[in-house]
């Protein structure tokens, strides 16, 4: 079955931009993930959508937005981007239910703001 | 939810068993032990997963004493294929599946 599909896999955007990053989940899974990777920070939780509502979100500036459509697959949005947003965005999906749940990642978004 | 702590990096060489060894002591009742292997510019790709006391699949094991306050990832004969950065999550899979802590995992270098 296919993966977590993320698109654009590279873009770059000036200052003062805005960004909008797509996910499309593996069929079925209804929970999807966001994360932030930097060399500085590691591995940062964004925020987390469950049928269309996010359910968990981490500690990053409003600027940082999400969303979840009913067919699953989800977009992050980063409004008046700087610099420091530079970073490789992971979408991960999961079939959540009963018991343990696993992350299956996309291959990121790389962003490079100038 | 339960924090982490693992080495920041290890070395080793090809043909070698390496253990990494991961730190939870706040782990709750419901929570599971969760390994991912990272490559360069990749996203983390699931390894292995446990409860209490020994899993084993086709790439690692997994070694989790009684108390549950840690765990350890085995890699049995590690090729060079092997050098990743390895991250040990600790978490439940209903609503805080979302926030499981990534830290900055161990980087894990294996040499010829």
């Known amino acids: 079955k296919a993966g977590v599909t993320q698109t654009p896999r590279y873009l770059i955007k000036t200052r003062g931009q805005q960004v909008t990053l797509s996910c499309s989940p593996i069929?079925?899974?209804?929970?999807v993930s966001w994360y932030q990777q930097t060399p500085g920070q590691g591995l940062q939780f964004l925020f987390e959508?469950?049928?269309?509502?996010?359910?968990n979100k981490g500690n990053f500036p409003g600027r940082f937005s999400g969303r979840q459509f009913s067919n699953s697959r989800s977009e992050m949005n980063v409004s008046t981007l700087e610099l420091g947003d530079s970073a490789l965005y992971l979408c991960?999906?999961?079939?959540?239910?009963?018991?343990?749940?696993?992350?299956?990642f996309g291959a990121g978004s790389r962003l490079t703001v100038l | 939810l339960a924090k982490t702590t693992q080495p920041i990096s290890m070395d080793s060489y090809e043909g070698q068993e390496v253990n990494i060894t991961c730190s939870h002591n706040?782990?709750?009742?419901?929570?599971?032990i969760t390994w991912y292997q990272q490559f360069p510019s990749q996203g983390p790709r699931f390894i292995i997963q446990?409860?209490?006391t020994k899993v084993t699949n086709e790439v690692a094991s997994l070694f989790i004493p009684a108390d549950r306050k840690s765990s350890t990832l085995s890699l049995p004969r590690v090729s060079l294929s092997d050098t990743a950065v390895y991250y040990c999550?600790?978490?439940?899979?209903?609503?805080?599946?979302?926030?499981?802590?990534f830290g900055r995992g161990t980087q894990l270098t294996v040499w010829p």
């Open positions: 069929s079925g899974h209804r929970s």
């Open positions: 999550l600790v978490g439940d899979g209903g609503s805080t599946l979302g926030r499981l802590y």
């Open positions: 446990g409860y209490k």
């Open positions: 706040n782990i709750a009742t419901n929570d599971y």
């Open positions: 959508y469950f049928s269309e509502t996010q359910r």
């Open positions: 991960a999906s999961s079939l959540v239910g009963r018991g343990a749940n696993v992350l299956t």
